[in-house]
C-alpha cells in the first residue's frame, strides 16, 4: 500500500516551512537550528528541518514523546520534565535559531492539571532558558500549528484540516508586507492622540493612544532589540498586528464584538464570543457576552485595580488571515481593544487584569483621518 505517511509534510506544509525559514528566520549557510517537535508536529517540524537544510543551514530536531511525557505527569514527576538535560543546554547556547512547537498535544488534560502543576513543569526551565537565549542573541519561533489538537478541535467546534490549513496559509505572507503597513499605521499614530472605531453592527467608540511608540509585530524575530519585551526573540508565526498603549483616562462609547477573543494568555483558553464594552467618562461601565460571561465576570471582580481602564489597541495587519482560531485579532484591519493591564507595552496600568472586543470590518480614524474602512488598511 502507498501513499502519504501522516508524519511526511504536505505541500501546503512545506511551502510555508520555506516562506518561514527564508522570509522570516533568515537562516543563513552555516547555522545552527534547533526544532523542537512533538508527536502531533512531526510532519511540519521535517517541513522546517529540510528547509533549514536546503538553506544550507545545520538542523537539530529535538523530540518530545506525548506518551513518555504523559506517563511522567502520572508518576507526579512534573518537576524532572522542567530539568532540561545538558546536552539541551548545549544545543541551545550553540543555536542560533530555535523554532518551537506547541505541547503537548492533549491540551483538555493538560489544562485539567490546573495552572499549578503546569507553572511547576515549567519552572525549572523557563528563565534560565530566555536568560541563556538573551545572552546568545538566539532568535526563532513559536509555531502555531501545534495548538491544532483534537482537545480544541473538539471544544472549539472547528474544521481541523480547515484551522491548520488557515494556520499555514497564514504564514505564507511576506513579512516585509506586514512590516510596511504596521509602520505606516505607527507613524499616524505618533501623530496622532484620538481614534474612532465604528461599524454598522452599533460600535461607536472613541479612545485615545497615551503617547508612546506602536508596537510592530511582523513576525520577525527581535532579539536584542529595547523596542520589543525579552520574550520577543522568538516571533510568533504566523504573525501581524500592531499594537499600543491606550490613556487609561479616554474611552466613551460601546464596541461590539464580531469575532471570539481569548484570555491572555494560553491556559486555560477560554473563549470569549456576542461581546460588547460600554465606556464612560474613561472607564468601562459595562459589559456582556453570549459565550463565556461567566468566566470573564468571575475573572474581573478579583481583578486588580485598572481592570475597567482602557489598555491597549491591537491593529491586524496579516492579508492571508481571516477569522482563524486564536488569531482573529491578526486578520488584516480586525481591530482589538483592550482593557486592563498594558505595562508590557510601556504603560502606566500594571493591573493583573486584560481582556478585549475584537472586530473585523470596521471603520477607523487617528483624529478624523480614516486609516482603516471596510476593515482595509488605506
Request: proline fraction near 5%; hydrophobic fraction near 35%.
Amino acid at each position: 500500500m502507498t501513499g502519504r505517511s501522516s508524519t511526511t509534510p504536505s505541500s501546503l506544509e512545506r511551502a510555508a516551512a520555506r516562506n518561514l525559514v527564508r522570509r522570516f528566520l533568515r537562516v543563513q549557510p552555516g547555522e545552527n537550528v534547533v526544532v523542537e517537535a512533538w508527536s502531533h508536529t512531526i510532519s511540519t517540524s521535517s517541513a522546517i528541518v529540510d528547509e533549514v537544510r536546503r538553506a544550507g543551514g545545520r538542523a537539530f530536531l529535538s523530540y518530545e514523546d506525548d506518551d513518555a511525557w504523559w506517563r511522567a505527569i502520572g508518576r507526579k514527576e512534573a518537576k524532572p520534565l522542567g530539568r532540561l538535560s545538558d546536552p539541551e543546554w548545549a544545543a541551545i547556547a550553540a543555536a542560533d535559531v530555535y523554532v518551537q512547537f506547541w505541547g503537548p498535544a492533549d491540551s483538555a488534560r493538560l489544562e485539567k492539571l490546573g495552572p499549578t502543576k503546569v507553572d511547576e513543569w515549567g519552572d525549572g526551565w523557563f528563565d534560565r532558558w530566555y536568560k541563556l537565549a538573551q545572552s546568545t542573541g538566539l532568535r526563532g519561533g513559536r509555531m502555531a500549528t501545534g495548538w491544532v489538537t483534537d482537545a480544541r478541535v473538539r471544544h472549539w467546534q472547528v474544521s481541523k484540516p480547515r484551522w491548520k490549513t488557515a494556520l499555514l496559509e497564514g504564514c505564507l505572507v511576506d513579512p516585509q508586507e506586514i512590516a510596511e503597513s504596521g509602520r505606516r499605521l505607527a507613524r499616524t499614530l505618533a501623530r496622532g492622540r484620538k481614534v474612532r472605531i465604528t461599524h454598522a453592527n452599533g460600535t461607536d467608540l472613541e479612545v485615545a493612544v497615551a503617547g508612546l511608540p506602536a508596537r510592530v509585530y511582523e513576525g520577525y524575530p527581535h532579539p536584542h532589540d529595547p523596542a520589543y519585551s525579552e520574550y520577543d526573540l522568538l516571533g510568533n508565526l504566523p504573525e501581524g498586528r500592531l499594537r499600543v498603549a491606550l490613556d487609561g483616562k479616554t474611552a466613551e462609547g460601546r464596541i461590539v464584538a464580531n469575532r471570539r477573543s481569548y484570555d491572555e494568555v494560553w491556559f486555560p483558553w477560554a473563549i470569549y464570543s456576542g461581546g460588547t464594552f460600554e465606556f464612560s467618562d474613561g472607564k468601562l461601565t459595562s459589559f456582556s457576552f453570549a459565550e463565556g460571561g461567566a468566566e470573564f465576570s468571575r475573572k474581573y471582580a478579583r481583578a486588580s485595580p485598572g481592570k475597567d481602564r482602557p489598555g491597549t489597541l491591537s491593529i491586524g495587519l496579516n492579508p492571508r488571515l481571516r477569522n482563524v482560531p486564536y488569531l482573529e485579532g491578526r486578520e488584516r484591519g480586525c481591530v482589538q481593544v483592550a482593557v486592563g493591564r498594558n505595562a508590557y507595552l510601556g504603560g502606566s496600568n500594571p493591573s493583573d487584569f486584560a481582556g478585549w472586543i475584537c472586530l473585523a470590518g470596521s471603520e477607523i480614524e487617528v483624529d478624523g483621518v480614516p486609516v482603516v474602512r471596510a476593515g482595509k488598511l488605506l
